[in-house]
């Protein structure tokens, strides 16, 4: 009984482990992706290939910080 718990148990931490390293991978994709679109806008608006007004610029970078918007 003991040993088909510590079974049990070693498959539960492996689960969990694995979910937990998804979620830091996920959430690092979510974060470099961020970076990658905050850093192409102002690539754009220093190569002056992008003339936004205050509008543009407030919601580009709430949509970068946000991914949800």
Avoid: F, W
Wanted: hydrophobic content about 30%.
């Amino acid at each position: 009984m003991a040993r088909d718990r510590e079974g049990l148990d070693e498959a539960v931490r492996s689960v969990c482990s694995s979910r937990a390293d998804e979620k830091r991978r996920a959430e690092d994709e979510v974060e470099r992706g961020r970076r990658r679109r905050i850093e192409e806008l102002k690539r754009q608006v220093r190569k002056g290939d992008y003339s936004p007004d205050l509008k543009d610029i407030a919601r580009l970078l709430t949509s970068a910080m946000d991914p949800t918007l």
